[in-house]
C-alpha cells in the first residue's frame, strides 16, 4: 500500500470540511463568524438579537457537524475556508 503525503490528503480534507460548513444554517454561520473573530457567547448573542443559551446551542451543533472538539478548532476551520461573516456577505449581495 503506498504512503501518500498528508498534504496529497489536503484538498479532500478541505473539500469535506467546506461540506460540513454549507450545511450549517444562517444563524450557526452567524455564530462560526463570531468565534472566528474571536467574540465570547454573550457578545455573539447581544449582536444576533438572541439569548446566550441559544448561542451555545448552536455552538454545540456547529462543533459537533464540523467535528471538532473546542472552539479554537472551529475558528481554525472558519479561518482555513476564509469564511466572511455573514452581515458583510449580505452587505456586498445588495
Request: no cysteine; charged share 15%.
Amino acid at each position: 500500500m503506498p504512503v501518500t503525503p498528508a498534504h496529497a490528503q489536503a484538498p479532500v480534507a478541505d473539500a469535506d470540511m467546506a461540506a460540513r460548513v454549507a450545511g450549517l444554517t444562517p444563524q450557526q454561520l452567524r455564530v462560526l463568524g463570531g468565534i472566528a473573530e474571536g467574540k465570547l457567547n454573550k457578545q455573539i448573542a447581544y449582536e444576533m438579537g438572541v439569548v446566550e443559551t441559544t448561542v451555545k446551542a448552536h455552538v454545540t451543533v456547529i462543533l459537533r457537524r464540523l467535528g471538532v472538539v473546542s472552539r479554537t478548532q472551529a475558528a481554525i476551520v472558519a479561518s482555513k475556508l476564509a469564511l466572511a461573516p455573514v452581515a458583510e456577505t449580505q452587505a456586498e449581495a445588495s
